[in-house]
């Protein structure tokens, strides 16, 4: 047989595709399913009646297992080239995950520790030149560290693993809990458990790191002004009244030094030492009357709260930089009397979160 090589070369013509197909389509009038089904995909969608879509399986491969080859084949679209960017080619300066939630244990001052549902939030930097981030890295990094007693060492642990993997310059890792503590009644010898929300917070920023806690403190506050007037109708008219009080929120965030540990329960007695009328768990009716006479002895505008507040702050060696935001959340009026004292650098700034004082609300 003779082979003509300037043929093979040739592009074929309309005509011979035409009956290549032909060909094609009366073989498979004659051949079995497995001889049809063997045939190549692009192949299939040429034969009479078959579609665009190829024959999927819709059994579910159980003891299918991705090898280090196969996982080499996986697109990965957030790791892409910067063709892929879409939008302003800018650096984002916070991308992660919010709400990852875990148990996580905590060291107490009284040396136990305690296991509590935590939230995290994870966040690195991204150069303007990179598509993105492998989300569910920053949620594996914190796994290895999850099983040991947490503390700021170990979060600055998660935070190093999961800058390397993301090759990322700032991060930040934030977890919120509800931190329980005792507290006795003021009169009747009760006692029973108080909720503390509060939030460890730890940022790098240009290779500098801080560490700062957030705690939300509740508390009672009598407004000085409504109870002189209400004194002032008892004594000059003999008319009984009552000055208005209302249930308030704090939000304390100190950043912290080196000289020394600052306990949950440290930050907890230091708000109860400015402002000592906080909400109360168990009552009896000795205890609603004490609480009515600790109010009065300590009526609080909120400008008053703030700097108390500070006070107590500034006085501690541990606490460096602080911000103070108090929302007293008025029974006199429909709206709430608010205010923000800071100190230093870190908590500085001309513009507020547009529902800000909207969080400082305890849900009870």
Not at 10 to 26: N, V
């Amino acid at each position: 047989m003779n082979i003509h090589l300037s043929d093979l070369d040739r592009t074929p013509g309309r005509d011979e595709a035409e009956a290549a197909l032909d060909k094609l389509r009366r073989w498979m009038e004659q051949a079995s399913e497995a001889e049809i089904a063997a045939l190549d995909p692009a192949i299939l969608r040429l034969l009479p009646g078959a579609s665009d879509y190829p024959a999927l399986s819709r059994v579910y491969p159980e003891r299918f297992a991705a090898d280090e080859a196969y996982r080499a084949t996986l697109p990965d679209l957030q790791n892409g080239p910067a063709a892929l960017i879409r939008g302003a080619r800018r650096p984002i300066q916070h991308v992660g995950i919010s709400n990852f939630r875990l148990p996580i244990r905590f060291r107490t001052r009284a040396g136990g520790d305690v296991t509590l549902e935590t939230s995290v939030t994870g966040t690195v930097s991204l150069d303007a030149e990179k598509k993105g981030i492998n989300m569910s890295r920053i949620m594996r990094s914190f796994y290895t560290h999850a099983e040991r007693v947490f503390s700021f060492d170990v979060i600055e642990a998660a935070l190093d693993d999961y800058k390397a993997e993301l090759e990322s310059l700032d991060a930040r890792i934030q977890m919120r809990l509800s931190f329980p503590m005792r507290v006795e009644s003021l009169r009747s010898g009760l006692a029973g458990y108080q909720y503390y929300d509060m939030a460890l917070e730890l940022v790098e920023r240009a290779g500098v790191r801080r560490r700062i806690l957030h705690l939300d403190y509740v508390y009672s506050s009598t407004c000085p002004c409504s109870l002189e007037l209400s004194e002032h109708a008892r004594r000059e008219r003999g008319q009984l009244a009552t000055p208005h009080s209302q249930r308030s929120v704090a939000r304390l965030s100190v950043v912290l030094t080196e000289d020394g540990c600052l306990w949950f329960e440290d930050l907890v007695e230091m708000c109860r030492r400015a402002v000592p009328t906080e909400t109360q768990v168990m009552v009896k009716r000795e205890d609603e009357q004490a609480f009515a006479e600790l109010n009065a002895a300590n009526p609080i505008f909120v400008e008053d709260a703030a700097r108390l507040f500070a006070a107590e702050l500034e006085g501690d060696p541990r606490v460096g930089d602080f911000r103070v935001v108090a929302s007293h959340q008025e029974s006199l009026h429909s709206h709430d009397a608010v205010s923000v004292l800071t100190e230093g650098e870190t908590f500085a700034s001309e513009s507020l979160d547009p529902r800000l004082f909207g969080t400082l609300i305890h849900a009870g």
